[in-house]
């Protein structure tokens, strides 16, 4: 499975922007996929995962703004991003974890999303 994400770019605080992940490789069996970020100097942080089930989560940072979700008919994952800060500017990647209890085995190459105050 090769994961492409795409979607990222510049943006004033309080817009919006949607990150696409294409996968090259049916979707479908994938217990979890996710959509990570980085910003720099600082750790890599999980902003939302949807389950094989649809079952979504988020941390609080990003909880009522982002939303995920999959269209396993199009091999693809999506995150909505509403309400955007600059806090949230960072390196966008996605990953896919093949089963449950596994780690993410999967990643994409990272997308930039900046956020202009």
């Known amino acids: 499975v090769q994961l492409q994400a795409s979607g990222g770019g510049l943006v004033q605080a309080g817009g919006s922007l949607r990150l696409s992940c294409a996968s090259s490789?049916?979707?479908?069996?994938?217990?979890?996929m996710g959509w990570f970020r980085q910003a720099p100097g600082k750790q890599r942080e999980l902003v939302a995962v949807v389950t094989s089930g649809g079952k979504t989560s988020y941390p609080d940072s990003v909880k009522g703004r982002f939303t995920i979700s999959r269209d396993n008919a199009q091999n693809t994952v999506y995150l909505q991003m509403n309400s955007l800060k600059p806090e949230d500017t960072a390196v966008y990647y996605c990953?896919?974890?093949?089963?449950?209890?596994?780690?993410?085995?999967?990643w994409g190459q990272g997308t930039q999303v900046t956020v202009s105050s």
């Open positions: 490789g049916s979707i479908f069996s994938l217990h979890r």
């Open positions: 990953a896919a974890a093949p089963r449950v209890g596994v780690p993410y085995d999967y």
